[in-house]
């Protein structure tokens, strides 16, 4: 079966600092791999999603992920982060269809001071 | 961008009484749509995934008869909670699958509060 670990519950940065959200997973098959961020009275919104192809992605809010098969992982990260970034994220694996029966990791609360 | 929105956004509710909450994709069309149940400080879990105009898969571990689930049309999804006890207690999303398959939208959410 799959799962997908997020290894930090919570984490502090600067606001301008550099961020790295870790995200483990574990799936048989090719996985799709998503990163949703989650604001209080929101939906989640997605941030970035791999399929296949270059392994690094892009998305939006000047996120990106790098998907590393041999590491089974798909780290978020952002050169400089923003006090409006704050916020709990979401890793996604899918199982079935590209878009398909989401297993979400547990989530990390991002916390930016000042 | 493609927009789910959720209603009620919270309910309270006596024990035993059932509860709907309806979820609906607003400027698309959705042939899957998706609940899931998120506790406080916790993940979201699948409980169901709905397609439109069959009946809805379950997660295991999850009664089908308690999480009554209708998708009726290729915009609207309900999800009644049938005989509401305080373990019911929880926040619900809905999601919705757009046509090419590889996104989902999300709704903003209902709190259920069964007293």
């Known amino acids: 079966a799959q799962s997908v670990t997020q290894p930090d519950i919570h984490i502090t940065v600067s606001e301008g600092a550099s961020l790295e959200l870790r995200c483990n997973y574990s799936y048989g098959a090719t996985p799709y791999l998503f990163w949703y961020v989650q604001s209080p009275g929101q939906g989640l919104q997605l941030l970035l999603k791999y399929f296949s192809g270059d392994t690094l992605v892009q998305g939006i809010k000047g996120f990106e992920a790098e998907f590393k098969r041999s590491q089974s992982s798909f780290n978020l990260r952002k050169p400089s982060v923003h006090w409006s970034d704050a916020a709990e994220y979401f890793c996604a694996v899918a199982r079935g269809n590209a878009g398909n029966m989401l297993t979400f990791g547990g989530g990390t609360r991002l916390m930016v001071k000042p | 961008g493609a927009v789910v929105s959720q209603h009620p956004s919270w309910v309270i509710c006596k024990s035993g009484t059932s509860v709907k909450i309806e979820c609906r994709s607003l400027d698309f069309q959705a042939t899957t749509m998706f609940w899931y149940r998120q506790f406080p400080k916790q993940s979201l879990m699948l409980m169901a995934t709905s397609n439109e105009g069959s009946k809805a898969t379950y997660e295991q571990g999850v009664e089908k008869d308690k999480f009554l689930i209708n998708h009726a049309s290729l915009t609207l999804s309900t999800l009644t909670v049938t005989s509401a006890h305080p373990e019911d207690s929880s926040f619900y999303i809905c999601?919705?699958?757009?046509?090419?398959?590889?996104?989902?939208?999300f709704g903003p959410g209902t709190r259920l509060l069964v007293l």
């Open positions: 999601s919705a699958q757009d046509r090419d398959q590889e996104t989902q939208y």
